[in-house]
Protein backbone atom coordinates (compact mmCIF):
# COMPACT_ATOMS: atom_id res chain seq x y z
CA UNK A 1 0.00 0.00 0.00
CA UNK A 2 1.27 3.23 -0.80
CA UNK A 3 2.84 5.87 1.79
CA UNK A 4 0.03 8.72 2.62
CA UNK A 5 1.86 11.97 2.98
CA UNK A 6 1.38 13.94 6.25
CA UNK A 7 -0.82 16.19 4.99
CA UNK A 8 -3.76 13.77 4.28
CA UNK A 9 -6.62 15.50 6.02
CA UNK A 10 -10.05 12.99 7.03
CA UNK A 11 -13.17 13.96 7.79
CA UNK A 12 -16.27 12.29 8.27
CA UNK A 13 -17.58 9.94 5.78
CA UNK A 14 -16.11 11.84 3.37
CA UNK A 15 -12.26 11.93 1.92
CA UNK A 16 -10.47 15.34 1.36
CA UNK A 17 -7.34 14.62 0.21
CA UNK A 18 -4.41 17.39 0.19
CA UNK A 19 -1.68 16.30 -2.03
CA UNK A 20 1.93 18.55 -2.66
CA UNK A 21 2.41 17.16 -5.76
CA UNK A 22 -1.10 17.04 -6.98
CA UNK A 23 -0.99 13.32 -7.71
CA UNK A 24 -1.58 9.71 -5.83
CA UNK A 25 0.42 6.35 -6.56
CA UNK A 26 -1.61 2.98 -5.97
CA UNK A 27 0.64 0.04 -5.95
CA UNK A 28 -0.35 -3.47 -8.58
CA UNK A 29 -1.40 -1.41 -11.66
CA UNK A 30 -0.51 2.07 -11.33
CA UNK A 31 -3.00 4.90 -11.09
CA UNK A 32 -2.60 8.53 -11.13
CA UNK A 33 -5.02 11.21 -10.26
CA UNK A 34 -4.73 14.57 -11.06
CA UNK A 35 -6.71 17.40 -10.03
CA UNK A 36 -7.23 21.08 -11.31
CA UNK A 37 -7.16 22.40 -7.76
CA UNK A 38 -5.77 20.99 -4.30
CA UNK A 39 -8.91 19.26 -2.81
CA UNK A 40 -10.92 16.94 -3.57
CA UNK A 41 -13.62 14.42 -2.94
CA UNK A 42 -13.06 10.44 -3.70
CA UNK A 43 -16.23 8.13 -3.91
CA UNK A 44 -14.24 5.17 -4.79
CA UNK A 45 -14.70 2.61 -2.18
CA UNK A 46 -11.40 0.76 -3.05
CA UNK A 47 -9.53 4.00 -2.67
CA UNK A 48 -11.77 5.10 0.24
CA UNK A 49 -10.43 1.39 2.34
CA UNK A 50 -7.15 2.25 1.37
CA UNK A 51 -7.29 5.86 3.01
CA UNK A 52 -9.40 4.69 5.94
CA UNK A 53 -6.14 2.19 6.31
CA UNK A 54 -3.46 5.01 6.22
CA UNK A 55 -5.76 6.76 8.52
CA UNK A 56 -5.60 4.09 11.24
CA UNK A 57 -1.73 3.89 10.54
CA UNK A 58 -1.52 7.46 10.78
CA UNK A 59 -3.46 7.64 14.15
CA UNK A 60 -1.35 4.56 15.81
CA UNK A 61 1.84 6.14 15.08
CA UNK A 62 0.92 9.43 16.34
CA UNK A 63 -0.26 7.29 19.80
CA UNK A 64 2.80 5.80 19.62
CA UNK A 65 5.04 8.70 19.41
CA UNK A 66 2.91 10.37 22.56
CA UNK A 67 3.21 7.39 24.62
CA UNK A 68 6.73 8.27 26.21
CA UNK A 69 7.78 5.64 28.70
CA UNK A 70 10.46 3.84 27.20
CA UNK A 71 12.06 7.30 26.44
CA UNK A 72 11.71 7.96 30.22
CA UNK A 73 12.88 4.99 31.22
CA UNK A 74 15.99 5.06 28.80
CA UNK A 75 16.53 8.86 30.62
CA UNK A 76 16.04 7.59 34.09
CA UNK A 77 18.71 4.88 33.08
CA UNK A 78 21.19 7.76 31.64
CA UNK A 79 20.63 9.85 34.91
CA UNK A 80 21.44 6.39 36.80
CA UNK A 81 24.81 6.59 34.90
CA UNK A 82 25.27 10.55 34.94
CA UNK A 83 24.94 9.86 39.18
CA UNK A 84 27.53 7.13 38.39
CA UNK A 85 29.73 9.34 36.54
CA UNK A 86 29.55 11.53 39.55
CA UNK A 87 30.73 8.76 41.88
CA UNK A 88 33.70 7.78 39.69
CA UNK A 89 34.56 10.89 39.31
CA UNK A 90 34.79 11.88 43.48
CA UNK A 91 36.43 8.50 43.99
CA UNK A 92 39.17 9.53 41.23
CA UNK A 93 39.47 12.80 43.35
CA UNK A 94 39.12 11.80 46.99
CA UNK A 95 40.60 8.30 46.79
CA UNK A 96 42.56 7.15 43.70
CA UNK A 97 44.73 10.61 43.49
CA UNK A 98 45.08 11.16 46.65
CA UNK A 99 46.21 7.50 47.57
CA UNK A 100 48.01 7.17 44.26
CA UNK A 101 51.08 5.44 46.02
CA UNK A 102 49.31 3.02 46.69
CA UNK A 103 47.33 2.86 43.77
CA UNK A 104 50.36 2.55 41.52
CA UNK A 105 51.82 -0.26 43.48
CA UNK A 106 48.25 -2.05 43.12
CA UNK A 107 48.86 -1.66 39.51
CA UNK A 108 51.86 -3.66 39.97
CA UNK A 109 50.94 -6.75 42.07
CA UNK A 110 48.50 -8.10 44.71
CA UNK A 111 48.71 -9.45 48.08
CA UNK A 112 45.80 -9.56 49.57
CA UNK A 113 45.15 -11.37 53.07
CA UNK A 114 41.64 -12.71 52.17
CA UNK A 115 39.83 -14.67 50.37
CA UNK A 116 35.83 -14.07 50.26
CA UNK A 117 33.39 -15.59 49.21
CA UNK A 118 29.84 -13.78 49.75
CA UNK A 119 26.50 -13.81 48.34
CA UNK A 120 25.54 -12.13 44.87
CA UNK A 121 22.35 -10.63 46.51
CA UNK A 122 22.49 -6.55 46.39
CA UNK A 123 21.97 -5.97 50.27
CA UNK A 124 25.37 -7.49 50.78
CA UNK A 125 28.76 -5.85 49.92
CA UNK A 126 31.53 -6.94 52.13
CA UNK A 127 33.95 -4.30 50.89
CA UNK A 128 30.92 -1.50 52.49
CA UNK A 129 30.03 -3.35 55.09
CA UNK A 130 33.51 -4.38 56.56
CA UNK A 131 35.48 -1.72 54.84
CA UNK A 132 38.17 -3.65 52.79
CA UNK A 133 39.92 -1.50 50.50
CA UNK A 134 41.14 -2.30 47.23
CA UNK A 135 43.65 -4.72 47.71
CA UNK A 136 42.46 -6.14 50.58
CA UNK A 137 40.35 -8.89 50.02
CA UNK A 138 40.17 -11.31 46.93
CA UNK A 139 36.32 -12.16 46.30
CA UNK A 140 33.64 -13.89 44.38
CA UNK A 141 29.88 -13.82 44.88
CA UNK A 142 27.56 -16.53 43.78
CA UNK A 143 24.06 -17.27 44.91
CA UNK A 144 24.24 -18.29 48.59
CA UNK A 145 27.40 -17.80 49.11
CA UNK A 146 27.93 -21.49 48.59
CA UNK A 147 31.50 -23.65 48.54
CA UNK A 148 30.90 -26.53 46.73
CA UNK A 149 32.58 -29.87 47.96
CA UNK A 150 36.03 -30.45 46.08
CA UNK A 151 34.34 -34.15 44.72
CA UNK A 152 31.83 -31.59 42.51
CA UNK A 153 34.20 -30.70 39.77
CA UNK A 154 35.42 -27.15 38.75
CA UNK A 155 33.18 -24.10 39.04
CA UNK A 156 33.62 -20.45 39.08
CA UNK A 157 34.17 -20.45 42.89
CA UNK A 158 36.83 -23.19 43.56
CA UNK A 159 38.74 -21.45 40.45
CA UNK A 160 39.10 -18.31 42.39
CA UNK A 161 39.90 -20.34 45.49
CA UNK A 162 42.53 -22.35 44.23
CA UNK A 163 44.12 -18.91 42.51
CA UNK A 164 44.08 -17.41 45.90
CA UNK A 165 45.39 -20.01 48.08
CA UNK A 166 47.75 -21.20 45.28
CA UNK A 167 49.18 -18.31 44.10
CA UNK A 168 48.31 -15.32 46.07
CA UNK A 169 48.58 -17.42 49.75
CA UNK A 170 46.03 -15.81 51.37
CA UNK A 171 46.10 -15.54 55.02
CA UNK A 172 42.04 -16.22 55.88
CA UNK A 173 39.32 -17.60 53.85
CA UNK A 174 35.89 -16.08 54.79
CA UNK A 175 32.66 -17.76 54.04
CA UNK A 176 29.83 -14.89 54.06
CA UNK A 177 26.24 -15.41 54.69
CA UNK A 178 23.29 -12.79 55.49
CA UNK A 179 19.38 -12.67 56.70
CA UNK A 180 16.76 -12.82 54.28
CA UNK A 181 18.67 -15.00 51.73
CA UNK A 182 16.75 -16.10 48.37
CA UNK A 183 19.27 -18.87 47.45
CA UNK A 184 18.33 -20.37 51.13
CA UNK A 185 15.35 -20.21 50.40
CA UNK A 186 15.33 -21.72 47.15
CA UNK A 187 17.38 -24.76 48.65
CA UNK A 188 14.48 -24.81 51.88
CA UNK A 189 11.61 -24.36 48.88
CA UNK A 190 13.07 -27.59 47.21
CA UNK A 191 11.32 -30.82 46.95
CA UNK A 192 12.62 -34.01 47.76
CA UNK A 193 15.47 -35.23 44.94
CA UNK A 194 13.51 -33.96 42.15
CA UNK A 195 15.70 -32.87 39.11
CA UNK A 196 15.21 -29.37 37.71
CA UNK A 197 16.76 -27.37 34.83
CA UNK A 198 17.07 -24.70 36.80
CA UNK A 199 20.44 -23.48 36.83
CA UNK A 200 19.67 -21.90 40.52
CA UNK A 201 18.30 -25.31 41.96
CA UNK A 202 21.20 -27.13 39.97
CA UNK A 203 23.29 -24.51 41.86
CA UNK A 204 22.04 -24.58 45.52
CA UNK A 205 21.86 -27.96 45.76
CA UNK A 206 25.33 -27.78 46.82
CA UNK A 207 24.42 -27.37 49.99
CA UNK A 208 21.64 -29.84 50.15
CA UNK A 209 23.64 -31.43 53.57
CA UNK A 210 22.54 -28.46 55.32
CA UNK A 211 19.01 -28.33 53.94
CA UNK A 212 18.88 -31.96 55.15
CA UNK A 213 20.21 -30.65 58.48
CA UNK A 214 17.65 -28.18 59.13
CA UNK A 215 14.88 -30.23 58.18
CA UNK A 216 16.04 -32.60 61.29
CA UNK A 217 16.98 -29.93 63.90
CA UNK A 218 14.28 -27.38 62.93
CA UNK A 219 11.02 -30.03 61.98
CA UNK A 220 9.25 -27.67 64.49
CA UNK A 221 10.17 -24.30 63.00
CA UNK A 222 8.24 -22.33 60.50
CA UNK A 223 9.78 -22.00 57.25
CA UNK A 224 11.29 -18.09 57.91
CA UNK A 225 12.73 -19.63 61.07
CA UNK A 226 13.90 -22.84 59.54
CA UNK A 227 15.63 -20.39 56.73
CA UNK A 228 17.18 -18.57 59.02
CA UNK A 229 18.65 -21.58 60.77
CA UNK A 230 19.90 -22.87 57.08
CA UNK A 231 21.66 -19.68 56.45
CA UNK A 232 24.17 -20.04 59.53
CA UNK A 233 24.31 -24.34 58.71
CA UNK A 234 24.97 -23.76 55.03
CA UNK A 235 28.11 -21.41 56.08
CA UNK A 236 29.42 -24.20 58.86
CA UNK A 237 28.89 -26.65 55.56
CA UNK A 238 30.90 -24.43 52.80
CA UNK A 239 33.25 -24.11 56.21
CA UNK A 240 33.86 -28.01 56.01
CA UNK A 241 33.42 -28.08 52.02
CA UNK A 242 36.54 -26.02 52.41
CA UNK A 243 38.43 -28.33 53.94
CA UNK A 244 37.76 -31.10 51.03
CA UNK A 245 40.43 -29.38 48.97
CA UNK A 246 43.68 -30.82 49.32
CA UNK A 247 45.85 -27.58 48.94
CA UNK A 248 43.17 -25.93 51.64
CA UNK A 249 43.68 -28.68 53.86
CA UNK A 250 47.55 -28.83 54.02
CA UNK A 251 47.92 -24.89 54.38
CA UNK A 252 45.52 -24.88 57.32
CA UNK A 253 47.16 -27.99 58.58
CA UNK A 254 50.26 -26.01 58.73
CA UNK A 255 48.76 -22.79 60.56
CA UNK A 256 49.39 -20.73 57.56
CA UNK A 257 45.93 -20.53 56.40
CA UNK A 258 42.44 -19.76 58.56
CA UNK A 259 38.81 -20.52 57.79
CA UNK A 260 36.21 -18.54 58.72
CA UNK A 261 32.60 -17.92 58.94
CA UNK A 262 30.43 -14.58 59.04
CA UNK A 263 26.31 -13.59 59.30
CA UNK A 264 25.62 -10.39 58.12
CA UNK A 265 22.10 -9.42 59.83
CA UNK A 266 21.03 -6.83 57.43
CA UNK A 267 17.76 -6.54 59.49
CA UNK A 268 19.42 -5.16 62.86
CA UNK A 269 22.72 -4.63 61.30
CA UNK A 270 24.68 -7.02 63.24
CA UNK A 271 27.39 -9.47 62.57
CA UNK A 272 28.64 -12.46 64.04
CA UNK A 273 32.20 -13.99 63.53
CA UNK A 274 34.00 -17.27 63.87
CA UNK A 275 36.59 -19.31 63.05
CA UNK A 276 36.58 -23.13 62.53
CA UNK A 277 39.24 -24.87 64.56
CA UNK A 278 40.88 -27.69 62.87
CA UNK A 279 42.46 -29.21 65.05
CA UNK A 280 39.17 -30.13 66.81
CA UNK A 281 37.54 -31.10 63.84
CA UNK A 282 36.84 -34.20 61.30
CA UNK A 283 35.56 -33.41 58.36
CA UNK A 284 35.55 -37.08 57.48
CA UNK A 285 33.58 -38.45 59.40
CA UNK A 286 29.80 -39.24 59.83
CA UNK A 287 27.95 -36.50 60.67
CA UNK A 288 30.35 -34.01 59.49
CA UNK A 289 31.49 -33.39 63.41
CA UNK A 290 33.26 -29.83 63.84
CA UNK A 291 33.83 -27.15 66.39
CA UNK A 292 34.27 -23.05 66.10
CA UNK A 293 36.62 -20.67 68.06
CA UNK A 294 36.82 -16.88 68.66
CA UNK A 295 33.09 -16.60 67.85
CA UNK A 296 32.46 -12.63 68.21
CA UNK A 297 29.15 -10.79 67.93
CA UNK A 298 29.32 -7.21 66.45
CA UNK A 299 26.02 -4.80 67.21
Not at 53 to 73: C, D, G, L, Y
Not at 160 to 174: G, K, Q
Not at 222 to 241: V, W
Amino acid sequence: MAAIRPSVLLKDSSVTVSIADNCFTGDGNTKIYKFPNQHAKFKDNHLRLRLEASRESIMMTQKQENHKPNVEKLDHGQDQFSKMKERFLTFKKEKYLKYIDHYSSLANAQAPKFMVIACADSRVCPSYILGFQPGDAFMIRNVGNLVPPFKNGPTETNAALEFSVNTLEVENIMVIGHSCCGGIQALMSMEEEVSSSSFIKSWVINAKDARLSTKTVAANLSFDQQCKYCEKESISRSLLNLISYPWIEERVRKGVLSIHGGYYDFINCTFEKWTLDYNSTSPKSKGYNHTIKNREFWS
